[in-house]
């Protein structure tokens, strides 16, 4: 695709760099949208051109929207008592999709590490805190990732909330359903071993 005009070639570079789209993907999907310019490619861009003037930060949780307080947290039904500390908003809009929590979230935006310099000041653990005490917030169940890192950050907040009366859990680790022993890794079989629980 060589004589392509330089603009198809750059929206086809741009879209190459988007997660889950190698450059042959992202060459069939700009094919497909210039073959339906009118249904795809004039809606799509009207749609992110109002997406990038708009897009913002959650002011409460960190979740994306084009308010500045997400429609979770404007919910008042979401005011359970518990909230959800996920690492970042995709993990967020990933138990959304379960529909299996009704309370609301608190996005950190990463993991405490200490060999990239990330300590509790440059996440929203403060922020965090904060809420817990401001929300009479109940329950924390930290949804972190289970990585050194995601559990560190985990081991980090529960400290942190000792003594303020909150109940802290965390997601259950182990062999997803459906799943079968012998295609699972050795640390998922180890973590359902230590996870097990009375029939």
């Known amino acids: 695709m060589k004589n392509s005009p330089d603009d198809l070639e750059t929206l086809i570079e741009l ?7 190698g450059p042959r993907s992202a060459r069939r999907a700009v094919l497909k949208m210039v073959q339906k310019r009118a249904l795809l490619l004039a809606p799509l861009a009207e749609a992110m051109q109002a997406v990038a003037e708009s897009a913002r930060e959650c002011l409460t949780c960190g979740n994306i929207s084009t308010a500045e307080t997400c429609p979770i947290c404007a919910d008042p039904r979401r005011a359970t008592g518990e909230i959800c500390v996920v690492e970042d908003v995709a993990d967020l809009w990933a138990m959304e999709r379960s529909l299996a929590f009704g309370g609301r979230y608190h996005v950190l935006g990463g993991t405490l590490s200490a060999l990239d310099a990330v300590g509790p000041e440059d996440l929203r653990i403060p922020r965090l805190l904060e809420r817990i005490r401001e929300e009479g917030i109940s329950e924390v169940i930290l949804a972190l990732n289970a990585t050194v890192e995601g559990q560190t950050t985990a081991h980090y907040i ?13 997601l259950a680790q ?10 699972l890794d050795d640390g998922t079989i180890t973590a359902a071993l230590r996870a097990r629980k009375s029939l």
Not at 174 to 183: A, F, K, M, R, T
Request: charged content about 25%.
């Open 15 to 21: 879209m190459a760099r988007l997660p889950g789209l």
């Open 158 to 170: 529960a400290e942190s909330l000792e003594g303020r009366g909150v109940k802290i859990t965390s």
């Open 174 to 183: 182990g062999v997803p359903i459906g799943g079968e022993l012998d295609y």
